[in-house]
Structure formats: structure tokens, C-alpha cells
């Protein structure tokens, strides 16, 4: 049964229409892969997904017991996020904010599977190191951790690897693609064409024009060819996207 459905979905904002008529469908445990030019909708869609902003028409329906408080997500990091004073640990375990109600503190339980949520993605030896100390990249895995402790179904990714070196691109995916084998289901925004077709399982491409299947199909498709073409040609000219 899908965990998630959107049907006949119309999103926008101040009135304007940016996406029409979209539809697809997320299995547990599939990669989703969420392509499209800058300003076609990407992020409004995980907004909406998560009950933040409301679909201008159709709907999101969720199945196999998915609702939005078993969805971890892992948005764009801002400026004051990046200088956050607070502890890898405390970070971590602000993940359970959803579904620890009025309790002001965190479960046994809770506790522990913070530790190995931290152990998973290599932050063990970092956790009570101040957040605002670490590198772009072990920050991405702090949010990231923070995330996978929220995220009891389903995993959102809002461009997961901005600003982080290559290598550090390279061991994010990594780790992602090992979350997604371990059972997760991941929902990832990029504009690295070279990561969805080498990682995800589906790709859903919005624009005025919006496409949802594999990814081998997507490469021969009429809105995918010249799109992938193009982001992969500027990112090796850049030394990167692959």
C-alpha cells in the first residue's frame, strides 16, 4: 500500500498556479528523486506534503499508517541555523519534539534511539560537541540525524548536500542511499540529475510539463532528455552533478 498519494494537485502561492494536475504515488521503501528548474514548485510540494502549505486543488493522502507526524524532514539550512548554539545531542533529540506531546523530556526509549540514529551516521564521537563548531558537512549529518529520529515512515530532503565539497557530497549520498537500502523511504529535492538516476528508485520531474516514473525511462523521456542533458552538461563543466 502507498505511503503517500497526491492526486490531481494543484499547487501555487499569492493566487498564482506553479504546478497542475500532479499526480503520482510513494511505495515504503522507494527513492523519489524530485528534479525541475529553480522556482517550478520542488519545495512548495514538501511544504504541502507536510501540511504546511495547502494544495490550491486535488489532495494528499497518506496510507500503511504514514501521517505527517511520522515524516522526518530535513530542509534547506539557513544562516542562523548554521550558527545554532546547542550541542550535536541536543540537536539530535529535538527530533522528537512531534511526538513527545507536553512532556518536557525525552524517553529512555527516545534517548536511545538518538544514540543510534547518531551511530548510523557517524556522529558518535561528535554528540556533545556545540553544532555551530562543525563543518557544512557534519552539520548536514546533524539535521540529518535529526530527521531519521522524526521520521517513523517517511524521510523529506530539501537539497541535501548544498554547499558541501564534493567529497563530502559524495559520503551524503552514500549515506542516504544506505539509509534508503536499510528500509527508509526517502523524498529527496536535487538538482543533480548524475544523483537521481544513480540513486533513486523513481524520479518526479515539475515544470510546466510534470513526468513521474523510473529513472531509465525519465533519460528517454521528452521532458527528461533535454532537461538531464543540459544539468549534466553544466555539471561537469562546473566539476561537478555527477
Not at 44 to 63: I, K
Not at 106 to 124: N, P, S, Y
Not at 213 to 220: M, N
Request: proline residues 5%.
Amino acid at each position: 500500500m502507498a505511503q503517500l498519494i497526491c492526486r490531481n494537485l494543484c499547487l501555487g502561492y499569492d493566487g498564482r498556479e506553479i504546478v497542475h494536475n500532479l499526480n503520482f504515488a510513494v511505495n515504503p521503501g522507494d527513492y523519489l528523486a524530485v528534479l525541475g528548474e529553480n522556482g517550478a514548485g520542488k519545495s512548495t510540494l514538501m511544504r504541502t506534503v507536510l501540511g504546511l502549505r495547502p494544495p490550491m486543488s486535488g489532495e494528499v493522502l497518506f496510507g500503511d499508517g504514514t501521517g505527517r507526524a511520522e515524516i522526518g524532514y530535513l530542509p534547506q539550512q539557513t544562516a542562523v541555523q548554521k550558527d545554532f548554539p546547542a550541542s550535536v545531542r541536543e540537536i539530535v533529540l529535538s527530533g522528537f519534539e512531534g511526538q513527545s506531546g507536553l512532556r518536557p523530556f525525552r524517553t529512555r526509549e527516545q534517548k536511545r534511539t538518538a544514540e543510534d540514529v547518531m551511530e548510523r551516521v557517524g556522529l558518535t564521537g561528535l554528540k556533545k560537541r556545540c553544532y555551530r563548531e562543525l563543518s557544512g558537512g557534519q552539520q548536514q549529518r546533524v539535521l540529518l540525524a535529526r530527521a531519521l529520529c522524526a521520521a517513523r515512515k517517511l524521510l523529506l530532503l530539501d537539497e541535501p548536500v548544498t554547499g558541501l565539497d564534493p567529497r563530502m557530497t559524495a559520503e551524503m549520498y552514500d549515506l542516504i542511499a544506505g539509509l534508503n537500502a536499510g528500509g527508509a523511504t526517502v523524498i529527496m529535492i536535487t538538482h543533480d540529475v548524475g544523483a537521481a538516476l544513480r540513486y533513486a528508485s523513481h524520479v518526479l520531474h515539475i515544470g510546466p510539463e510534470c513526468w513521474f516514473g523510473k529513472p531509465a525511462d525519465y533519460l528517454s523521456s521528452a521532458v527528461g532528455r533535454p532537461f538531464a542533458e543540459r544539468m549534466l552538461r553544466e555539471g561537469s563543466l562546473r566539476g561537478g552533478g555527477s
